[in-house]
T-cell receptor, first 113, second 114 residues
C-alpha cells in the first residue's frame, strides 16, 4: 500500500542555520507533494508544494526538491528563525482528482535562539 | 470567508460509547476529508467525501464511519470507543478541481476516551 517515510522525527538547529527534512514515498503514481506546518496548538497549514513536472521550487527561505527516480523529496529551510519552530508534515498524493493524502509521521523542528 | 469549523472542540467519552463529530467546510468547497492525529503517528487519513459520496477510505476499522450532506457539511462517527481512539480528529476541505490542491484544516475535535 501507499507509504510515506519522513526523517528525522526531531531536529534542533541554531537560529540562522539551515534545516533539511526528507521524505520517501512508495506509490510511483504520486505526483503532488505538499508540505504542511503545524505550530503548537494550531491547525496544519500548507507552506509549499511541488508537482512532479518540476524538480525544485523555492519560496523565500523555503525550498522543496523532488527526485522522482529515487522517490524522495526534501524540504529545505534556510536562515532559520524561532518562528520556524513547529511540526512539519510531508505528503504524497496521486493527483487525479483524488484526495487521499498519505502523510509522513512529522518532524518536530526546534530553532534555538 | 469563514474557515473550516469543527464541533465539538473537546469531548470526553468512556469506553464502549459512540461519538459524532461535525465539520463545516469553507463555502464552495465540496471535498471534505478526515484525519486522526496522535503523537508519533502523524496525520492518518480516515476518509474523504465529495458530493455526499465517499471517494476514498483509509485503513481504519468499520467502527469509524462518516457521511456528507447536500450542503457539504460532514460528520464522522466512531462507535464502541476504545482507549486508543483518543486523538485529535481533524477535518479538511478543498476546492475540487482537476488537480489535487491545498487542504484547509479545521482546528480539530480532541477526543479523550476514559
Amino acid at each position: 500500500g501507499e507509504n510515506v517515510e519522513q526523517h528525522p522525527s526531531t531536529l534542533s538547529v541554531q537560529e540562522g542555520d539551515s534545516a533539511v527534512i526528507k521524505c520517501t514515498y512508495s506509490d510511483s503514481a504520486s505526483n503532488y507533494f505538499p508540505w504542511y506546518k503545524q505550530e503548537l496548538g494550531k491547525r496544519p497549514q500548507l507552506i509549499i508544494d511541488i508537482r512532479s513536472n518540476v524538480g525544485e521550487k523555492k519560496d523565500q527561505r523555503i525550498a522543496v526538491t523532488l527526485n522522482k527516480t529515487a522517490k524522495h523529496f526534501s524540504l529545505h529551510i534556510t536562515e532559520t528563525q524561532p518562528e520556524d519552530s513547529a511540526v512539519y508534515f510531508c505528503a504524497a498524493i496521486q493527483s487525479s482528482g483524488t484526495y487521499k493524502y498519505i502523510f509522513g509521521t512529522g518532524t518536530r523542528l526546534k530553532v534555538l535562539a | 470567508k469563514a474557515g473550516v469549523t469543527q464541533t465539538p472542540r473537546y469531548l470526553i467519552k468512556t469506553r464502549g460509547q459512540q461519538v459524532t463529530l461535525s465539520c463545516s467546510p469553507i463555502s464552495g468547497h465540496r471535498s471534505v476529508s478526515w484525519y486522526q492525529q496522535t503523537p508519533g503517528q502523524g496525520l492518518q487519513f480516515l476518509f474523504e467525501y465529495f458530493s455526499e459520496t465517499q471517494r476514498n477510505k483509509g485503513n481504519f476499522p468499520g467502527r469509524f464511519s462518516g457521511r456528507q450532506f447536500s450542503n457539504s457539511r460532514s460528520e464522522m462517527n466512531v462507535s464502541t470507543l476504545e482507549l486508543g481512539d483518543s486523538a485529535l480528529y481533524l477535518c479538511a476541505s478543498t476546492a475540487s478541481g482537476r488537480d489535487t490542491g491545498e487542504l484547509f484544516f479545521g482546528e480539530g475535535s480532541r477526543l479523550t476516551v476514559l
